[in-house]
């Protein structure tokens, strides 16, 4: 008898074990912000899950004004390609490309006060594109309309088929002349709100909340996946951002601009010359990073450890490098004639903080080290930080100082 209810209490324990696996699972994640890079990354990662797990419904949780094109194309194409039901609860706002978003999943459902609509195409600036950009994002529009299908209905009597969302309600969201007849006039962008969205078919039914559609889709007691962006996640969608490019094109441009004035305006080789490699080698670092396609969906991130690997291993040889052969370099007549290194390593007498120059107009010496347009001039036997006014002077010329500004001399050649 024991023995028997020992087998009964693991079989009930293996059938609440089973109930729990196999119950329901819907995967949620939001786009509340402006369509971008984080948009896809999200995006693939919740297909991704969603298709890991075999979950019932893809559920996006929207509240955007639009954003980027390319963007809101890579994740209308992921939402059509899964065959995982998808579904957008639209959360008071899916403009411009949130509206392209929403039209791709098999079901929309909207808050009351909600819109959807809006696509024109415009620039950064806010000022309409050209109209090729117009004509793409239109049939845009009405494929994505139009791959939801047909279905049968009753119209004044007459039973037809009919697109499930009329694609000509989707092209007058981005083109005026669009007509439909009993919405709107060729004189408007097409916009609905809710009540509109569920009268012309384009919402399945209006919600209160998340659970509310979760009601509606028969998922009320199925288990939530949110699918959240990571810290790297968040790091590759800066990387991935137009303004992130324009950024590293100015810090690349910044250091090599420091580099040039450490080699031809500040004798010595200091903080300038410094700065600008540090610069140019991080803003080569990174664009390489933006030039490089990720799998965004990639849990484990194979490719980014790779390429940060060998960054790190092309670093560490550039090091060795260095350390081995640098010295060579450092001693070597092209390096003297470039960085001027004979202003930092000269054996000379050099003024002190105390030295009246003020008596030095008029004087004349010769130019110790090349001044491009700094460097030194030896004036009986001391040698003193020069400049010009803005000419370049070979070293070993006969120069007279003609005034002082910040204990510099200013020269000119005799």
């Given at each position: 008898m024991k023995q028997f209810l020992v087998q009964l209490a693991l079989c009930l324990a293996s059938l609440g074990s089973f109930a729990q696996i196999s119950q329901d699972q819907v995967v949620v994640f939001d786009l509340k912000e402006e369509i971008g890079p984080s948009s896809s990354i999200i995006t693939l990662?919740?297909?991704?899950?969603?298709?890991?797990i075999d979950a019932k419904f893809i559920v996006v949780h929207m509240n955007t004004f639009g954003g980027l094109v390319d963007n809101a194309d890579e994740v209308r194409s992921a939402l059509l390609a899964t065959p995982i039901p998808t579904c957008v609860f639209i959360d008071n706002n899916a403009a411009s490309a949130g509206s392209l978003i929403s039209l791709a999943c098999d079901s929309i459902y909207m808050r009351k006060g909600s819109t959807?609509?809006?696509?024109?195409?415009?620039?950064?600036?806010?000022?309409?594109?050209?109209?090729?950009h117009q004509s793409y994002m239109r049939r845009q529009m009405r494929s994505t309309a139009e791959s939801h299908g047909k279905i049968t209905k009753i119209i004044n009597g007459d039973t037809q088929v009919v697109y499930r969302r009329n694609p000509d309600i989707a092209e007058g969201m981005v083109d005026e002349r669009i007509v439909v007849?009993?919405?709107?006039?060729?004189?408007?962008?097409?916009?609905l709100t809710a009540i509109d969205a569920l009268e012309w078919g384009y919402c399945e039914n209006i919600a209160d909340s998340l659970s509310q559609v979760l009601e509606f889709l028969g998922m009320s007691s199925a288990i939530i996946v949110k699918?959240?962006?990571?810290?790297?996640?968040?790091?590759?969608?800066?990387?991935?951002?137009?303004?992130?490019?324009?950024?590293?094109?100015?810090i690349i441009m910044l250091g090599?601009?420091?580099i040039g004035l450490e080699i031809f305006v500040i004798p010595g080789f200091g903080v300038a010359g410094i700065s600008g490699i540090v610069l140019l080698v991080l803003g080569i670092l990174l664009s390489i990073l933006t030039s490089i396609h990720f799998d965004l969906a990639d849990g484990d991130n194979t490719k980014l450890k790779m390429v940060l690997t060998i960054m790190v291993?092309?670093?560490?040889?550039?090091?060795?490098?260095?350390?081995?052969?640098?010295?060579?370099?450092?001693?070597?007549?092209?390096?003297?004639?470039?960085?001027?290194?004979?202003?930092?390593?000269?054996?000379?007498?050099?003024?002190?903080?105390?030295?009246?120059?003020?008596?030095?107009?008029?004087q004349t010496g010769q130019t110790s080290t090349a001044l491009r347009p700094m460097g030194r001039v030896n004036i009986n036997g001391t040698t003193f930080e020069s400049k010009?006014?803005?000419?370049?002077?070979?070293?070993?010329?006969k120069v007279e100082v003609i005034s002082i500004e910040n204990r510099y001399l200013v020269v000119k050649t005799i």
């Open positions: 990662k919740a297909i991704a899950r969603a298709e890991e959807i609509g809006a696509t024109t195409v415009v620039n950064l600036d806010g000022t309409r594109a050209l109209d090729k007849e009993g919405l709107d006039d060729s004189t408007k962008i097409i916009t699918v959240t962006p990571t810290a790297l996640d968040t790091f590759l969608s800066f990387l991935d951002d137009p303004v992130t490019k324009y950024i590293l094109f100015i090599i601009v420091l291993f092309g670093i560490l040889a550039f090091g060795v490098l260095a350390y081995l052969f640098g010295g060579k370099i450092l001693r070597s007549r092209l390096f003297r004639l470039v960085v001027n290194e004979d202003t930092i390593s000269a054996k000379v007498d050099v003024q002190l903080e105390d030295t009246n120059i003020d008596s030095l107009v008029g010009t006014n803005g000419e370049f002077i070979d070293r070993g010329t």
